[in-house]
């Protein structure tokens, strides 16, 4: 059989000895357990208090950093906005560049053609 041990603390109480302390003012245990009550109540509401602080904080940083993030994504949008208009300026260009390119070789073939007709019926 485990050996027990007496302690000649008095037992802790749930409320931190606040209700042993009010008990050796010869108060009724009614008072007693109303003023532990009380008490638990207030601290509650204090931690309760803190916490929706805390909440608020956080919910204004958090919104603060949406807001950032929001403009970062407006800004880049911007610039792939601007790069599409880039894009289809050089597209443009190039199909500017591809017409003028076979025109030129047409116009090099109509020369060529003219300029062996010419040789071909001077010697003739």
Do not use: C, Y
Request: hydrophobic share 50%; glycine share 8%.
């Amino acid at each position: 059989m485990p050996e027990t041990t007496a302690t000649t603390e008095p037992p802790r109480h749930q409320s931190g000895g606040l209700a042993v302390a009010l008990a050796k003012l010869d108060l009724d245990a009614l008072t007693v357990a109303d003023a532990v009550a009380d008490v638990a109540a207030t601290a509650g509401e204090n931690v309760t208090t803190a916490i929706r602080a805390d909440l608020k904080e956080f919910r204004a940083a958090t919104d603060t950093r949406l807001v950032e993030v929001n403009a970062r994504f407006a800004e880049v949008n911007a610039h792939v906005d601007g790069l599409g208009v880039l894009i289809q300026s050089v597209q443009r260009e190039l199909a500017t560049l591809r017409w003028m390119i076979g025109i030129g070789f047409t116009l090099l073939s109509i020369f060529l053609a003219i300029s062996t007709f010419i040789r071909s019926s001077g010697s003739g």
